[in-house]
């Protein structure tokens, strides 16, 4: 099994190069030759280093990075130059999710799925996803979730300009207990062993030590950060949300063993005592975190622990995931943590806890990310505020403020565009009129002006 996943990975990632060879990133300048330069006029810039917004700029941009940004009455465009007509729009950081699951489609759920796909299948759907996510102007996500180590082959095939996507820092198979939430739950014996026997190694803990063996064996197939299930879930079969499932031990040792290697650990966690306990095992973030208390509040806020809420899903789950299958049981426990998980983000917010833009695209359409910022915004946070949480906040959560999360010099000219001020209605952001990632524009409604380069 362990030989056969990175084959089929990469099998199903060939066959689909020819569905987007129209959108593949252009071959690198000749070596030695100089990097393209870009200008790009912004009428209206919001950087997320600060709540503000900056008039008249105009961004150099040389190769892949931002080489200048200056008052546009201070930066000479020369003749000649290729250059980017924003002067009427709104400009920003690349959006960044921190909780997707890029190989997941909306509109299965059906439990028995998971004895009919196929390695190819999740293959096909995380290419296709990832190109909707970048067009939507998420140029970087975490996803925390897939079929072993296929985020890991995404990444890679992405960053080597095979297929467009956004920047992806993966995790592998979420780490849980025997019957736990992300174990092949309500299946006879025989099938569950029959389908994910290598899972045992790397993904199914029952003790501290399991728990570092499967860290390291994920570190060795080139993870970036690990998945914690400390609770049970929503979407998983016979077992309740507010559970605690992983011991405080088994996750203090997985954090402990990723930290040393310098790993971040995200942790699933709806129920109360589960996130105290992940809080205290010092993992990164705690993901949903549905039925926090105030205690646990003021522990996240202590230990500077990041909440990662997906609050829009609930309508999509409790509405459209229906009609595709979704299991009585599961829309039972999504009625009973929906509400709550709302209210206790808005005291979270009121409290001062650390806030990452994170969706659980997968369990809602791929592409539909920017809808979330509505709900962050009528759950307490400032539309300065909840774009922040997916830029500089969010590039923080995931250690990549060097790179993205802010339009500075420097970092990768990863850049989106909107029509109007995002600071006065946050729906904008649910369509966006221009892509960069890298330098590239891969997404272009806004008719910009451009000269040929000499």
Not at 265 to 281: C, L, Q
Request: aromatic residues 6%; hydrophobic residues 40%; contains cysteine.
């Amino acid at each position: 099994m362990a030989c056969l996943v990175p084959r089929l990975s990469r099998a199903a990632l060939a066959v689909l190069l020819s569905l987007f060879v129209q959108s593949a990133v252009a071959a690198e300048p000749e070596s030695g030759a100089p990097a393209p330069v870009v200008y790009i006029k912004a009428g209206h810039l919001f950087d997320a280093t600060s709540d503000d917004v900056r008039e008249n700029v105009v961004l150099v941009i040389e190769g892949e990075r931002i080489a200048r940004i200056g008052p546009a009455a201070q930066v000479a465009i020369p003749a000649g130059a290729e250059v980017i007509d924003l002067s009427r729009a709104w400009v920003l950081p690349g959006l960044i999710d921190c909780h997707t699951h890029l190989s997941f489609r909306s509109d299965q759920y059906d439990p028995i799925n998971q004895v009919k796909l196929t390695p190819f299948d999740f293959g096909f759907y995380a290419v296709v996803n990832a190109d909707r996510t970048l067009l939507a102007g998420f140029t970087s996500v975490r996803d925390v979730g897939s079929p072993p180590f296929l985020a890991v082959d995404l990444r890679r095939t992405i960053d080597e300009g095979f297929i467009p996507g956004p920047r992806i820092v993966a995790s592998g198979p979420a780490l849980t207990i025997t019957g736990g939430h992300g174990d092949m739950n309500g299946f006879a014996p025989a099938v569950s062993n029959m389908m994910y026997p290598a899972e045992r190694d790397f993904a199914i803990v029952d003790s501290p030590d399991e728990a570092r063996h499967a860290v390291r064996a994920q570190i060795k197939y080139g993870v970036d950060v690990i998945k914690l299930l400390a609770t049970g879930g929503v979407l998983s079969q016979g077992d309740k949300p507010g559970a605690e499932q992983l011991t405080y031990d088994e996750m203090k040792a997985a954090v402990d063993e990723a930290h040393r290697t310098g790993r971040k650990v995200a942790a699933h966690a709806h129920g109360t005592e589960g996130i105290k306990d992940a809080v205290r095992a010092g993992v990164d973030s705690i993901e949903h975190g549905s039925l926090i208390d105030a205690e646990g509040i003021e522990m996240m806020k202590a230990h500077g622990t990041y909440l990662v809420a997906d609050i829009y899903n609930d309508d999509y789950i409790l509405g459209k995931a229906v009609e595709f299958g979704l299991p009585k049981e599961n829309v039972e426990k999504e009625k009973m943590v929906g509400r709550l998980q709302r209210e206790n983000f808005a005291k979270a917010v009121a409290a001062g806890v650390k806030i990452a833009y994170g969706t659980d695209a997968g369990v809602y359409p791929h592409g539909d990310n920017a809808k979330q910022f509505h709900y962050m915004v009528k759950f307490g946070m400032t539309p300065a505020g909840a774009i922040r949480a997916a830029t500089s906040s969010a590039a923080d959560l995931i250690d990549r403020s060097k790179d993205v999360g802010t339009l500075e010099t420097g970092k990768y000219a990863d850049l989106i565009a909107v029509t109007s001020n995002p600071l006065e209605r946050i729906e904008v952001l649910e369509h966006v009129s221009l892509v960069m990632k890298g330098g590239k524009v891969y997404k272009d409604e806004l008719s910009t002006t451009k000269a040929s380069r000499p």
